[in-house]
């Protein structure tokens, strides 16, 4: 495939055109200068006449192609002006023309470039070949014969050819897809995107989707949809430019009439092309799309790029945008006399050669902890009931519970995690060991950790209310809504009362509505500014939104709002200020104030600086996104890699307590539970308290740190408390004092899940 299909080519030649015109009209002009310095008035006239000229020629081609598709052009004001300073005899104030002319086209098909060429660099470095694993080894293939269930080999530096699921760990730069500047580590088990590049060792994987349809392939759609479109603002600006040829006219038709001099007339002309309101607008609103596009943030056009900036109420889908859109491991009930952590590495050695996304969760969090994964065999997949294989010589089933549990009569820890799956709405997968049902693995979608601070940041950009449409469970869904702060939550609605909605919320006011899946596709296109998430690969919703976030991070919409938003505010800005100084030398020029020349050098120096002013969309400029030090990064992983490690005993305080009794069992338990607590947990607590509360100062204020600060405190004071509860009980503990260590656990059970959720919405979903 060629590397520039035939629009960037026509814009390409476009841009050399432009810049031989320029060049050619400024060294006529100079070369003009030199001669009417050295007394070659004559000489210097003729130049000036030929770059007259010159601007003359591109002005009529223009307004005649302008013509001929029937629109509108302003071109004739610069076509009058030109034309009148060569009756009038100042040639030089023609020469400025053509070069004012000429600067502006450049600089307009140089920001037009620019944001091609942004969109355009995903579609250069698209995968065409993959290496594929078989009994006879590794085979190069094209990356349009992968089919799911292979197993690929990605070096280091290749481009990851399919969606797939790592089955070794490595690092990848996913910069060209999420904007991501920093390698991605990315374990064993979880999922990897196509489309980004292997920087770390050489990984193999399992492919989950055909290059069809992958990430990568529905980017590359997308890019194809977002060339710079004509924003609502550049097309309001066409409209009054236009309005203000007749005013241009009887303007200079005035001062001749008045004064007698045609000299005002085209002095007038000459300061009247509307090329701040022509050139800054487009501009800035292309500048956007490529500042966006940076961002990870795929905008499809300048129409697009308003109506996101226009939005005030935020309609979200739940699955998959406020939550992460695939099950994770929340908890893991055993048997008595079952370790959780054997059970979830027996249960992950089974599933790592499954392709089921239940299976991807469970190696995960096996992964996480650190568990050893075994090899497995005899695997045997039970349709209709679940998978059963041999794992160090032991038979592992997992499954359904009429599988697992057969003819065993339902024991207490059955009853209790079926109890906490339905408060939960939560997954369950159960666990059998040589024909004995050993445990449950509970999974739930997780709330994504920067969902709450991405809310925050879009209510001060000016979202003035949030919607929540799902069509999961009323009181999940209002758990949901009431975490990260939702207006309102409408809950058990199929497609078409998600569209009605959203018809209803537009009716009011401007709307953005984000969403990942098919069935939001008929929402995304109604609303007045569709979001989707392409990460998420449902192809439908992607291409009836108006923007897609290219990552796999829900934040990027707080970035996409804040760019569309200062891009117009500086779109209007430039062109109100060029057009206001452009308004004030035509009344200059009338009153014989301005010379055609003089106004032929001021008019160009306004159009440079309205043309300055809307490339300043380029710089910097505020931004949800944080990104963090190579130092900061580093520490802040190395905390997370603890804090995931500890993830089990925290489970586990929750697990003692209900499981707390008179017995010697029972407080022996607990005693084994606060060693590890005081041996593992509280030291982490104060590391993060000594390294990672600076890292978050640093890198969002103060504001989160104080809260943070309290919990660690909180937890160590709980542990020392149970501690001393424990201490006080003698041999035959008095129901109060079990009544008070079960209720100790409980709270501290409640208080840590707080304070992760607090670690993980204020630090690590930084990383």
Not at 655 to 675: I, Q
Not at 696 to 709: E, F, H, K, Q
Request: proline share 5%.
């Amino acid at each position: 495939m060629d590397s520039a299909g035939p629009r960037q080519l026509l814009d390409r030649s476009r841009t050399h055109r432009d810049a031989l015109l320029l060049l050619t009209a400024t060294a006529l002009l100079l070369a003009g200068v030199a001669f009417a310095i050295a007394g070659a008035e004559a000489t210097a006239a003729g130049l000036w006449v030929a770059a007259t000229g010159l601007g003359l020629i591109h002005s009529t081609f223009t307004i005649a192609v302008a013509l001929r598709h029937r629109q509108p052009s302003v071109d004739i004001v610069a076509w009058l002006a030109l034309v009148g300073a060569l009756l009038v005899r100042e040639p030089l104030a023609g020469a400025i023309i053509a070069v004012m002319l000429f600067t502006g086209g450049v600089l307009e098909a140089r920001a037009s470039a620019r944001a091609e060429r942004e969109l355009s660099a995903l579609a250069t470095r698209a995968p065409r070949i993959a290496r594929r694993e078989d009994h006879d080894g590794v085979h190069e293939i094209p990356v349009a014969e992968v089919a799911v269930g292979d197993h690929l080999l990605v070096g280091t530096g290749e481009i990851v050819p399919v969606d797939g699921r790592l089955l070794e760990p490595t690092s990848f730069d996913e910069s060209a897809l999420s904007g991501e500047p920093m390698p991605v580590e990315r374990h064993a088990g979880g999922d990897v995107r196509s489309g980004v590049v292997n920087a770390g060792r050489p990984a193999r994987m399992i492919a989950t989707e055909t290059a069809s349809r992958s990430a990568y392939t529905g980017v590359l759609r997308l890019v194809e949809q977002a060339q710079a479109s004509t924003a609502p603002f550049v097309r309001l600006a066409d409209r009054f430019a236009v309005a203000f040829v007749p005013l241009t006219l009887a303007v200079a038709g005035l001062a001749w009439f008045f004064s007698g001099d045609p000299v005002r007339a085209v002095a007038v002309l000459v300061v009247a092309t509307p090329c701040p309101l022509l050139l800054a607008a487009p501009i800035a609103i292309m500048s956007g799309l490529s500042r966006a596009s940076r961002h990870g943030v795929i905008v499809k056009g300048g129409a697009a790029l308003e109506q996101l900036a226009d939005g005030r109420v935020l309609l979200f889908d739940k699955t998959g945008t406020l939550t992460r859109g695939h099950p994770a491991i929340s908890e893991v009930i055993t048997a008595e006399n079952t370790d959780g952590d054997d059970l979830l590495r027996l249960a992950a050695s089974l599933d790592q050669s499954s392709a089921h996304v239940l299976a991807a969760a469970i190696v995960t969090a096996a992964r996480d902890r650190g568990l050893a994964l075994t090899p497995v065999s005899g695997v045997e997949e039970v349709p209709g009931y679940g998978l059963r294989g041999n794992v160090d010589g032991r038979d592992i089933r997992l499954g359904k519970a009429t599988w697992i549990i057969g003819d065993h009569p339902i024991p207490a820890w059955l009853r209790r995690a079926r109890r906490r799956a339905a408060a939960d709405g939560s997954l369950t997968v159960f666990v059998a060991v040589d024909g004995r049902p050993a445990g449950v693995l509970l999974l739930t979608d997780p709330l994504r950790a920067e969902a709450p601070r991405m809310m925050r940041a879009l209510r001060q950009a000016g979202i003035q209310r949030t919607v929540l449409i799902s069509g999961d469970r009323a009181d999940i869904a209002e758990s949901v809504g009431r975490i990260v702060g939702i207006d309102a939550v409408y809950a058990d609605r199929d497609p078409a009362e998600k569209l009605a909605i959203v018809q209803d919320e537009q009716s009011r006011a401007p709307t953005i509505m984000i969403g990942d899946g098919i069935n939001d596709a008929p929402a995304l296109a109604a609303a007045g500014a569709g979001v989707a998430l392409a990460a998420r690969g449902a192809t439908a919703s992607a291409e009836a939104a108006d923007v897609v976030l290219t990552s796999d991070r829900v934040d990027g919409l707080a970035d996409a709002i804040l760019i569309a938003r200062r891009s117009r505010r500086i779109a209007r800005r430039a062109a109100g200020t060029g057009m206001g100084l452009s308004a004030a030398a035509m009344a200059l020029a009338a009153a014989g104030l301005l010379t055609p020349t003089v106004g032929a050098v001021l008019q160009e120096v306004i159009d440079v600086a309205a043309i300055m002013m809307a490339l300043a969309v380029l710089l910097p400029g505020r931004t949800h996104t944080v990104v963090l030090s190579e130092a900061d990064r580093t520490a802040a992983r190395r905390l997370f890699e603890q804090h995931n490690a500890l993830i089990p005993q925290i489970e586990q305080i929750r697990a003692v307590a209900d499981d707390l009794s008179a017995t010697d069992t029972g407080l022996n338990r607990a005693r084994e539970l606060l060693d590890r607590l005081e041996r593992d947990l509280l030291p982490h607590e104060r590391a993060e308290e000594e390294q990672l509360l600076p890292i978050i100062a640093r890198a969002l204020g103060p504001d989160p740190v104080g809260a943070l600060s309290r919990t660690h405190a909180e937890i160590e004071h709980q542990v020392r408390r149970l501690r001393r509860l424990l201490d006080d009980i003698r041999d035959r503990p008095e129901p109060e004092d079990l009544t008070d260590l079960r209720a100790g656990l409980y709270g501290l059970h409640a208080i840590m899940r707080l304070h992760n959720a607090q670690e993980e919405e204020n630090a690590f979903s930084l990383l």
